[in-house]
């Protein structure tokens, strides 16, 4: 079946943040967290003491693609978004 991980990280945003620096952000902040990624969800839930974890949750998916739809050097390329709330 599916292995999952839950590993919460937290980004700073502002107006001045740029997609780059958001992503730069959120790899810095989840290379941090890789010595901990053994540790359950509820198990964080549980040591924090904290009624509430989140305020957004994201999740990103790695999935095999086409490399001729991958972008060149130059930018960042968004092939497919959804989203439910």
Do not use: K, M
Request: aromatic residues 10%.
């Amino acid at each position: 079946g599916l292995l999952i991980n839950t590993v919460p990280v937290r980004a700073s945003i502002t107006a001045a943040t740029t997609t780059v620096g958001l992503l730069e952000q959120l790899q810095n902040a989840y290379t941090h967290t890789l010595d901990h990624q053994y540790l359950a969800l509820n198990a964080i839930h549980r040591l924090t003491g904290q009624d509430h974890l989140f305020d957004t949750f994201f999740v990103y998916e790695n999935y095999p693609v086409d490399a001729a739809s991958l972008p060149s050097d130059d930018g960042l390329s968004v092939t497919g978004f959804a989203h439910r709330e």
